[in-house]
């Protein structure tokens, strides 16, 4: 228990962090500033899960996720397409990945 407190205070500590570090960047304080990072934030741990064999939530698949949202970023700014692409693209991503997630623990249901 006392481990799992740490590691809430040192996540809460580093998204403070980070929303001082967007802010200025932004040079302002808008309380929705980081809404447009939630969903790629979500999008990359499901991404992760479906990597991992076991279907289980880990840093290394949180990684991959991360990687593979950053090349698809990349290939849509380079082939110049509007941000709107990119959010829609990253849902259908988050849907598939949800689908497979399901679709692995079903399977890992039934063979038991």
């Not at 932004?26 to 979500?42: E, K, V």
């Not at 990253?90 to 679709?103: D, K, P, T, Y």
């Amino acid at each position: 228990r006392r481990t799992m407190l740490w590691v809430l205070v040192a996540a809460s500590a580093l998204c403070a962090v980070g929303g001082v570090i967007l802010s200025a960047n932004l040079r302002q304080f808008t309380p929705l500033a980081g809404q447009a990072y939630l969903m790629d934030a979500i999008a990359a741990v499901f991404i992760g899960t479906a990597f991992n064999r076991l279907g289980r939530v880990s840093i290394a698949g949180t990684l991959g996720g991360v990687l593979f949202l950053a090349i698809i970023d990349n290939g849509l700014n380079l082939m110049g397409l509007n941000y709107l692409v990119k959010d829609a693209l990253v849902g259908v991503i988050l849907v598939v990945a949800l689908a497979l997630s399901f679709w692995q623990a079903r399977l890992r249901q039934t063979h038991r």
